[in-house]
């Protein structure tokens, strides 16, 4: 009840293209669910995250598609571009704690 | 603005050794935190302290302790390492507790292996 799925393990997209990446989740309770960003060598940063009351958050050229009735989530990013390369972990959490649950991560590759 | 400072980058250690992973942190954050990335694992919890002077156990504490030295440092010590506390291993901190506007802030990681 406390995973989140992730999928794909790996993408490769044509610059200019989508890429979409989708999460699941099983515990209705979660109410955070933030997207981090993961170049290679460094650690995770956050991308965008969005609270279950709304169903979609967009910042730029990242937006997060929430459907709550299928505890589905989802990333997508629009005119790919080659320095979107990296991996991208989903991760759920309940507002107001510490415990953040990450989904296994996704490796984006754009090509030139 | 350093952020969220990771000491070692790299560390080799045999069976049986010990070690202490060090974070320091200059945001004046209140809750730290240490992950391992493993491949097709995700990133998973083994303490955080929520603030200075406290600490509790993520999904994965077993075989490792940690300490809370002041508001900016909070350091991981693994005792007796195995193999399979190979990993990556990320400090964290955020300002508050989850949610929107208070976001995780990661170092840039130890990778360790245990030979």
């Known amino acids: 009840q406390q995973q989140v799925k992730q999928s794909p393990q790996s993408l490769i997209v044509q610059k200019g293209g989508i890429s979409i990446i989708n999460c699941a989740y099983e515990n209705t309770a979660f109410d955070y669910f933030p997207w981090y960003q993961q170049f290679p060598g460094k650690g995770p940063a956050l991308l965008i995250a969005i609270r279950p009351d709304v169903s979609e958050k967009k910042e730029g050229r990242f937006t997060i598609s929430f459907n709550k009735s299928a505890k589905q989530f989802s990333l997508h990013i629009m005119d790919s571009q080659p320095g979107d390369s990296a991996t991208y972990f989903c991760a759920a959490s309940y507002r107001g704690t510490y415990k953040y649950i990450f989904g296994t991560g996704t490796r984006l590759k754009v090509l030139a | 603005n350093a952020g969220v400072t990771q000491t070692p980058k790299f560390q080799v250690l045999k069976t049986g050794q010990s070690m202490t992973l060090q974070c320091a942190q200059d945001?004046?954050?209140?809750?730290m935190y240490w992950y391992r990335q493993d491949p097709g694992m995700g990133l998973r919890l083994i303490y955080y302290s929520a603030s200075e002077g406290t600490t509790d156990k993520g999904e994965v504490p077993n075989g490792y302790n940690v300490s809370r030295l002041n508001k900016r440092e909070f350091s991981l010590r693994l005792e007796s390492a195995a193999p399979s506390q190979t990993s990556v291993y990320f400090c964290a901190s955020s300002e508050e507790a989850s949610g929107i506007g208070s976001p995780l802030h990661f170092g840039n990681g130890t990778r360790l292996t245990v030979t």
């Open positions: 945001m004046n954050h209140n809750s």
